[in-house]
Each structure stands twice: as C-alpha cells, then as structure tokens.
C-alpha cells in the first residue's frame, strides 16, 4: 500500500520538478530575460561602452605597444532565477608588427580579458539601467550599480 501510494504521489512530485531543474543555472545577458529583447538591449549598452572605450584609447589604452587595441565582446553571466549578475568579463585584442631586414613580418599579438568590479547580487535590469541613464559615450564612467568603480576604472588595471 505504502509503495503504491509512493508511486503515485511521490514519482509525479519528482517529475514535476523536473523543469525547474533544468531551468536552473546561468546564461549570458544577451538571452535574459528572452532573446528577443535581452540581445537587443545588451547589444546597445556594449555599442555605447564600446564608443566610450574607442573615445579614450588613443590618450590612454592604446599608447604603447599594442596602439591598436580593439573591444571584442561584452558578456556577462546572469543567474536565470533571479535576474543577478555573476561575472562580466570585457575582451580586447591587439598587435605589434614590425619588418625585419630580411622582409618577415614579427607580429606579436595580445589578448586581455577584463573582469567588471560588479558587487555581489546586482540585478541584470540595475546594471542595464545604469549605463542607459546617460549619453552612450559616458557610459564608462558610470560607477557600477553598489560601487565607486566604473567600467573605466577596471580597465586601467587589466590594459
């Protein structure tokens, strides 16, 4: 009897679960909340940090070796059942090349990947909102959401 009642109660029970099983986890910003309007929305903040960072690179980033630095991708991890950021990391690659007397082309190529100094539990929709309060080339100064730090401040220690 105990067993029959465990069957037909308890495995449904388990079953039921299941979807949010699966639901569980992280997934980059650009399909949070859907698709349609989380790509549309994370793609306009990173045009805009990215015209920020092309704005400030030839005084700042771009001096040196690697003049040439390029913003790659923005992608942050977003806990799916609450909306929170867990990490954002800001990529940029660059090079230096130079001719060599016997005509080969040395190219020493670069790659950086720059963590964003976001406090713990900041909501997707706060972070969105903060670089959208301003005009799209400001939005690198802008301190991030529970932080004294911007996206600017971050990249002066990782470039």
Same mark, same amino acid.
């Given at each position: ?58 005084? !700042? ?20 059942? !609450? ?63 529970? !932080? ?7 990249? !002066?220690?990782?470039?």
């Amino acid at each position: 009897m105990m067993r029959s009642l465990l069957l037909m109660f308890g495995l449904p029970l388990c079953l039921a679960s299941l979807p949010l099983l699966a639901s569980d986890g992280y997934v980059d910003a650009r399909l949070y909340p859907d698709q349609a309007s989380g790509w549309q929305r994370f793609g306009d903040v990173e045009r805009a940090l990215v015209a920020g960072f092309d704005d400030v690179c030839g005084d !700042t980033f771009c001096e040196g070796e690697y003049y040439n630095l390029q913003a790659m991708r923005l992608r942050c991890s977003v806990e799916r059942a !609450t909306g929170h950021v867990a990490h954002c990391i800001w990529t940029f690659a660059g090079s230096n090349t130079s001719v060599k007397g016997d005509g080969r082309i040395d190219a020493d190529l670069r790659s950086y990947a720059c963590p964003l100094s976001l406090a713990a539990g900041t909501p997707l929709e706060t972070l969105l909102q903060a670089w959208e309060a301003v005009p799209a080339r400001d939005s690198i100064d802008v301190p991030l959401p529970g !932080t004294s730090r911007s996206v600017y401040d971050g990249l !002066t220690e990782c470039l």
